[in-house]
């Protein structure tokens, strides 16, 4: 019995040994893509850029295929910044990988997307959920042979799509939305269900009444500070930060306002903007430093004209791109 657990012993240390030398990088590099950068951006880099798809995506009229953090990156002096991003990363993704962040690593300021429409039940509860609950499992901070085994083995939470759905239309049907103006659709179900732009020989203009429905699912919500996952994650963000001593900035993403109003009307933008002055005001009492591009970008330089979307052309990513830099080089030797 003691030769056998002694053998026991000895394979678990020599597969932990053969996978964190062999295996765990490339793995990294293909299922935790984010911690595989930050392994070694932290040590090159004063500045780090935490985003998902905004930052990189292009228009295929862009002449300018620069990042968002490539364009911030050539706009401060005295600094280097790389940006790391992931597709649909929300702050419960990035959260991990802040963690992970080493005290003694060059890097002393964090930029953190901030996406308005992350604190929404479609995002809350989007389908792809449980592929990223997967992946965090690559980001705990544990041995790397036992964080695959809790990927492969399923040692995570695992939502299905039909779970979400359910969730997120049971929140559209009883979610109240409470304002001190009139407002006769006060949830997004009968918001929903509203005819919105009928035409004069009967019935309604269909594409740009499902864009307009897009955007209501999208921003019509009130941020519940006790109970919003978002919040949660944003919070332990800046605790972390504050522990670290990482100068810490929240980045908020532009969103198309124009559009939201002329499709929907001021009282959807109301919802986008309190929920914006929200955020601000409760994360600089905790001592971050707030970037708001909100309401910074036009809506012709707005990527997909059919969903509502944080994807820019050139010009929206260097609008977004100059104010992260302007505030960066604001607050250069604090």
């Known amino acids: 019995m003691i030769l056998k657990g002694l053998a026991v012993i000895g394979t678990v240390f020599l597969s932990h040994f053969i996978y964190s030398k062999i295996y765990w990088e490339p793995e990294l590099k293909d299922q935790g893509y984010m911690l595989f950068n930050l392994r070694e951006f932290q040590w090159h880099n004063d500045v780090l850029y935490l985003g998902e798809s905004s930052n990189y995506w292009v228009s ?26 992931v597709p649909a990363y929300h702050a419960g993704m990035f959260l991990p990988i802040i963690d992970l962040i080493d005290t003694s690593a060059r890097v002393k300021k964090l930029v953190v997307t901030m996406n308005l429409r992350s604190f929404g039940k479609p ?12 992946t965090k499992c690559f980001y705990q901070n544990a041995s790397p042979l036992y964080n695959r085994l809790c990927a492969t083995l399923g040692f995570h939470a695992s939502p299905s799509a039909d779970e979400q759905d359910k969730k ?27 005819e919105k732009f ?36 944003f919070d332990k963000i800046a605790e972390i930060c504050k522990q670290k001593n990482i100068q810490l900035y929240f980045n908020i993403l532009a969103e198309n306002v124009e559009w939201a109003d002329s499709l929907v009307g001021p009282s959807l933008v109301y919802f986008m ?40 052309t050139q010009e929206g990513r260097m609008i977004v791109a100059q104010n992260v830099a302007k505030t960066l080089m604001l607050y250069f030797n604090q």
């Open 60 to 85: 295929p009229n862009d002449t300018d295929k620069r990042t968002i953090s490539d364009m911030i990156n050539d706009s401060i002096d005295g600094m280097r910044l790389s940006g790391m991003q």
């Open 123 to 134: 995002w809350i509860y989007s389908p792809q959920e449980s592929a990223l609950l997967r």
């Open 168 to 194: 997120m239309l049971h929140c559209f049907e009883f979610d109240t939305l409470k304002v001190n103006f009139e407002l006769p659709h006060n949830t997004i179900k009968t918001w929903c269900e509203q």
């Open 198 to 233: 009928p035409l004069p020989e009967g019935g309604e203009d269909f594409p740009k009444r499902v864009l307009a429905d897009h955007y209501i699912k999208g921003y019509a919500f009130q941020i519940d500070v006790n109970n919003n996952p978002r919040i949660h994650d």
């Open 273 to 312: 903007k309190t929920n914006r002055d929200l955020l601000v005001k409760r994360y600089s009492e905790k001592g971050v430093i707030m970037i708001d591009n909100l309401e910074k970008v036009p809506g012709q330089y707005f990527g997909e004209k059919d969903w509502t979307t944080e994807h820019y």
